[in-house]
Structures are given as C-alpha cells and as structure tokens.
C-alpha cells in the first residue's frame, strides 16, 4: 500500500479505502455498475464502489462526484476515470470507462438494430411514443427537483428562466449560452460569496 | 468532411458545455442533429431518446445510438468518443491539482452558477421531446403523472417506463 502512495500523495484514496482493484477487477466492477443502471447509473456507482467493494470511502465519493459535477462531461464517465486513475494509473483511466460503457454500448447497438428493422411499424412507434412521454416526464421531475435543491432562488432561478427562453425558444447555439450564462450567474454567485 | 469526421467534431464541441451530464445536452444535439444538419427527423430523435431511457447504461448512450442512426457503426463509436474522450483526457490530466482548488471562492462560484444553467438545460430537453413527438393531451397527462410519480414516490422509473410502453401499445398515448 505503500508504493502507491507514494505515486499519489494528494489522493486520499490510498490512505483511507481498504481495497486496490486490479484493470479487470476495475474493468469488470464498472461493468457491473453500467448494466444494471436504469435512468441514471450514479446511485449504483456509490453502491458498487462504497458499499459493496469499498474501493472509496462514503466522503471520497462526495467529494470526487463533486469535482464531477461541477465539470463538464458525462458525470459516470468523468467519476470512472478518476477511480481507474487513483487505483491502476493510465491504464485503469482507460479501462474503467471501457467497462462502463461496453456492455450497454452493445445492448444499446442491439436496440438500434431492432429499431432499424421493426421502428416504422405502428405498434412500435406507438410504444416509443409512449415511452418518450414518460421520458419527457422524468426530465421535468429532474428540473424541478435540481431546482428545488438550489439555495438562494430568487437570484439564480432568473438564470434557469433565461437558459429556457435562450434555449428552447430563441434555439440559440448552446455553447455561447453557456459561455455567456456561466460568466453571469457565475459572477453573480462569485459576488454573493464575498458578501457573506 | 465525411459524416463521422463532421458528428466527432461537433459533438466533442459540444462535451465542454454539457454541464448537467448528457440529458443536458438534448436541446443542442437536436439543434445540430436535426435542424442544422438535416441527418435526423423530430421522430426519430425522439424515438432514440425513449430508446436510451428504456436501456440500461449511462445516459450518455443516447449520444450512441444518434450516431448510429446518422453514420452506423462507425458514427456510433465516433459520436460516443467524442462526448466521452476530451473531458477524460482534461480530468486525467488536471484531477490532482483541482483537488487543491477544492473550497476555493472561484471554484464555489462556478459550482452555484452551473446548477441554475443545468436546470434550465434539462428543462428545456422535456420540452424538446414534448414538441418534436407532438404530444397530444393524453400524452401530456402522461407527462404530469410521471413527474408526480417521480417527485413524490420511490417508485422505480424502470415501472414507469414500463407503463408508458404499455399505454403507448395500447394506443392510449
């Protein structure tokens, strides 16, 4: 346990989780987590890397899950990557998102196959039709729920209202929004920071 | 430029924004997929995204199977390497020392100035999907039984998707 840490000194990984994964235990462990999450795999995550294998501590995944969300990217992905980094390096930053995604990735190309071949029936694009519609429903749910959890509403929900009008109504290209978004609400809320 | 080469570079664009994970980026991919590009219908794009909810896997599968659709096998993996590679590449690369960024003010405030952005990029995606598949009242009550559903039980969403597939055989919906 020793030498590892030596290679990571900022990683409380080495110090605090009591197991170090091999590539195909990393490799196999993700693949578990991406099979069998539904909507959202993050809660399978935290159980298969805290709970179950113990390769995080409850507070390293907080706070790494942190990091993730406050970047870009799929947040799985991004979370998987830094676990394959702490524990095998290079190789286990590429093997863990490779285990995340093959399994589904090939279920999902299966899908698609079957779509290619039976999508334009009735009794199929009624299903989807079906289907997107309780889609649609879990976003809306997200969004409220997101924007529940958000303190100091009155300053920033006006921030949510501009992204939809920008978004979904003036179809402006996202990228400049988020550019233009984050310098003002990030400033906002870098202005709100110094005042307490 | 080839198909792939044009999808990999306009969806590893789009990986440095997608604050909020992949669901975040619908509006956009839509925008770029359907109505810039002409590769998709407001149909099809709305059947992939019922076909990546009804899967299991990350969220960002619907990137996948949009790539699969627009340039098969090859479109698949590039579009799912180009929302995927860059921002691992960043990560793998600076983890160490943003860890030492951690409780900064700047870092705080980027942090509380996302959320409010994501919000507004999920919301934005449920009326996408709403309007491209043309819902009609019967779907929309659909949509605000789920929502209930979700914000109030711990119903599995697995149930409701479940349901929505059999309304939607039924011809309900």
Not at chain 1, 104 to 132: E, F, N, T
Request: positive net charge; glycine residues 10%.
């Amino acid at each position: 346990m020793t030498s590892p840490c030596k290679k990571y000194p900022r990683g409380a990984a080495c110090t605090e989780s009591q197991n170090r994964p091999d590539l195909r235990a990393l490799f196999l462990g993700f693949s578990s987590v991406g099979l069998s999450g539904f909507g959202g795999v993050l809660p399978f995550a935290r159980r298969m890397l805290v709970d179950e294998r113990k390769w995080m501590t409850a507070e390293e995944f907080n706070t790494q899950l942190g990091f993730c969300q406050f970047l870009p990217g799929p947040n799985v992905i991004n979370l998987s990557v830094i676990v394959g980094k702490r524990h095998r390096g290079v190789a286990g930053a590429i093997v863990a998102p490779l285990g995340l995604l093959a399994g589904p990735l090939v279920i999902v190309l299966l899908l698609a196959l079957l779509y290619d071949r039976y999508g334009s029936l009735p009794l199929a694009q009624s299903m989807l039709r079906g289907i997107a519609a309780v889609g649609s429903g879990l976003l809306f749910a997200m969004a409220w729920r997101m924007g529940m959890a958000i303190k100091d509403k009155p300053l920033f929900l006006p921030f949510t209202g501009l992204t939809v009008a920008a978004i979904a109504a003036l179809r402006w290209p996202m990228p400049w929004v988020m550019v233009v978004g984050l310098a003002l609400s990030g400033g906002v809320a870098y202005w709100r920071l110094g005042r307490k | 430029m080839s198909v792939v080469g044009e999808l990999f570079l306009e969806f590893a664009l789009l990986s440095f924004v997608a604050f909020g994970g992949a669901t975040a980026l619908l509006p956009e991919m839509h925008r770029v997929v359907v109505e810039n590009h002409h590769w998709l219908d407001d149909t099809t794009f709305t059947h992939l995204y019922a076909i990546a909810q009804a899967a299991p896997g990350p969220n960002v599968l619907v990137v996948t199977l949009i790539g699969w659709e627009v340039a098969g096998l090859a479109g698949a993996l590039a579009a799912t390497l180009a929302m995927c590679l860059p921002m691992s590449v960043v990560i793998y690369l600076l983890i160490d020392r943003w860890e030492g960024f951690a409780g900064k003010r700047w870092q705080k405030a980027i942090s509380l100035g996302v959320a409010p952005l994501a919000v507004g990029l999920i919301f934005s995606g449920a009326t996408l999907i709403a309007q491209a598949a043309e819902f009609g009242w019967a779907a929309w009550a659909l949509v605000a039984v789920t929502m209930a559903v979700n914000l109030r039980t711990k119903l599995h969403p697995l149930w409701l998707i479940a349901a929505g597939a059999a309304l939607g055989l039924l011809g309900l919906v």
